[in-house]
Nanobody, 122 residues
Framework: QMQLVESGGASVQVGGSLRLSCVAS????????MGWFRQAPGKEREGVAG???????NYAESVKGRFTISQDNAKNTLYLQMDNLKVEDTARYYC????????????????WGQGTQVTVSS
């Protein structure tokens, strides 16, 4: 059974940091593209950061310079380091994988985790 499990979400104050993890299991081949998305209450899910197997990354403008996506292929794990968190980063964060093409576009991904909640307060 293919599964993605996120962890690391928490409640933090403005300016704080968190590292989210996403462990993939049951995949014969995880896929060329991995990404993090988020959904805040009352808003659509949006792409945050993506990474390809060759290491190429891309970020939403709102998180550039604050978030870093990385992967550990040996551990089948995707990470999102979030620094200098803002109230507007509050959302449920989801990881996603697929074969490609890559991009921060929800329809490109078929496989999703259940999400982990990040709450940033002032």
């Amino acid at each position: 059974q293919m599964q993605l499990v996120e962890s690391g979400g928490a409640s933090v104050q403005v300016g704080g940091s968190l590292r989210l993890s996403c462990v993939a299991s049951g995949f014969t081949y995880i896929g060329h593209c991995m990404g993090w998305f988020r959904q805040a209450p009352g808003k659509e899910r949006e792409g945050v950061a993506g990474i390809q197997n060759d290491g190429v990354t891309n970020y939403a403008e709102s998180v550039k310079g604050r978030f870093t996506i990385s992967q550990d292929n040996a551990k089948n794990t995707l990470y999102l380091q979030m620094d200098n968190l803002k109230v507007e980063d509050t959302a449920r964060y989801y990881c996603a994988v697929d074969q490609g093409p890559c991009g921060l576009y929800e329809p490109l991904f078929r496989y999703w985790g259940q999400g982990t909640q990040v709450t940033v307060s002032s």
